[in-house]
């Protein structure tokens, strides 16, 4: 498994799978760091890419993968549910991320 730049590796997104994770901006310091390490967790067999938009009240990760089996992994661990909001991938699932989660996967949590 190796992670790509997202620019480079989405230009062949038909071929991708979709994990968007959606997370209250005051869930996490880095919540980008948090996928990633969840991510690496779950040993995926396949690469990988990150993505993440902030606004003021919601930090929303996207991440792309090569494998149908690796992004499966993350829908579990995650409780993803299919919702297919941006055309053109493979396949598309949405989560929340909260306390309990951050908490789950070891990493400090924001008071």
Same mark, same amino acid.
Request: hydrophobic share 45%; net charge negative.
């Given at each position: 498994?190796?992670?790509?730049?997202?620019?480079?590796?989405?230009?062949?997104?038909?071929?991708?799978?979709?994990?968007?994770?959606? *997370?209250?901006?005051?869930?996490?310091?880095? %919540?980008?760091?948090?996928?990633?390490?969840?991510?690496?967790? %779950?040993?995926?067999?396949?690469?990988?890419?990150?993505?993440?938009?902030?606004?003021?009240?919601?930090?929303? %990760?996207?991440? *792309?993968?090569?494998? *149908?089996?690796?992004?499966?992994?993350?829908?579990? *661990? %995650?409780?993803?549910?299919?919702?297919?909001?941006?055309?053109?991938?493979?396949?598309?699932?949405?989560?929340?991320?909260?306390?309990?989660?951050?908490?789950?996967?070891?990493?400090?949590?924001?008071?």
């Amino acid at each position: 498994m190796a992670q790509f730049a997202w620019p480079a590796f989405t230009k062949r997104r038909h071929d991708l799978h979709l994990v968007v994770a959606h *997370a209250p901006a005051s869930v996490c310091e880095d %919540l980008a760091a948090l996928m990633k390490l969840l991510i690496e967790r %779950l040993q995926p067999e396949g690469d990988f890419a990150l993505s993440s938009e902030e606004t003021g009240s919601e930090t929303v %990760l996207f991440c *792309a993968f090569e494998r *149908a089996g690796d992004a499966s992994v993350l829908i579990d *661990a %995650l409780s993803a549910q299919e919702a297919n909001k941006h055309p053109g991938w493979a396949s598309e699932f949405h989560c929340s991320i909260d306390k309990a989660t951050v908490s789950a996967v070891g990493r400090k949590r924001l008071p």
